[in-house]
Nanobody, 115 residues
Framework: QVQLVESGGGLVQAGGSLRLSCAAS????????MEWYRQAPGKQRELVAS??????NYADSVKGRFTISRDNAKNTLYLQISNLRPEDTAIYFC??????????WGQGTQVTVSS
């Protein structure tokens, strides 16, 4: 069973940066697509970035500020976030999808941006 554990969230001032990490274990080599989602209070969970071998995609709201990357040797997914804005405040979740479409989720990490 694949397990995903996020870390790196915290409280930062607007304009600051954070790097979120998502450590994968338990058969994580079967994961092809990895994604970062976020869910703000009272809002639906939204996809912010995804990565498959050689291809990255971003939501329009985060383009130019968020960078997704994956270190296969460390079985870790990253999300580098710069120029944080108060509207980036949310719980950030990582997700992994296998070849058959099974989706795995982490427990989330809170990012709070103060103005």
């Amino acid at each position: 069973q694949v397990q995903l554990v996020e870390s790196g969230g915290g409280l930062v001032q607007a304009g600051g940066s954070l790097r979120l990490s998502c450590a994968a274990s338990g058969g994580s080599r079967s994961i092809i697509t990895m994604e970062w989602y976020r869910q703000a209070p009272g809002k639906q969970r939204e996809l912010v970035a995804s990565i498959i071998p050689g291809v990255t995609n971003y939501a329009d709201s985060v383009k130019g500020r968020f960078t997704i990357s994956r270190d296969n040797a460390k079985n870790t997914l990253y999300l580098q976030i710069s120029n944080l804005r108060p509207e980036d405040t949310a719980i950030y979740f990582c997700s992994g999808r296998g070849a058959l479409g099974t989706q795995y989720w982490g427990q989330g990490t809170q990012v709070t941006v103060s103005s």
